[in-house]
């Protein structure tokens, strides 16, 4: 079992920037991805980008340039920058086992005009 906890989610101005973790505790061994998805009201859950155990990483085209996933020990990061209104959601934190994968519990981001 693995568990995540997210933070840093919050409302900022549109241009501003966040920085959101995801702690990661239990059987952190199993790990080979880390992820970070986003849900807007009545739109589908989106992967906005992705750290493999090996540190390659992967960006959605949308975030590509604003958006810098990293990771530390058993912490991910998104650092979020040039932050627009249509950023705004709530942001999960996933890891992806080679036998189960675990969601967070999400974390709202809002981002004002």
């Known amino acids: 079992q693995v568990q995540l906890v997210e933070s840093g989610g919050g409302l900022v101005q549109a241009g501003g920037s966040l920085r959101l973790s995801c702690a990661a505790s239990g059987s952190i061994f199993s790990i080979r991805v880390m992820e970070w998805y986003r849900q807007a009201p009545g739109k589908q859950r989106e992967l906005v980008a992705a750290?493999?155990?090996?540190?390659s990483t992967n960006y959605a085209a949308s975030v590509k340039g604003r958006f810098t996933i990293s990771r530390a020990k058993n912490t991910v990061y998104l650092q979020m920058s040039s932050l627009k209104p249509e950023d705004t959601a709530v942001y999960y934190c996933h890891a992806g086992g080679w036998v189960s994968d675990y969601w967070g519990q999400g974390t709202q981001v809002t981002v004002s005009s």
């Open positions: 750290i493999t155990s090996g540190g």
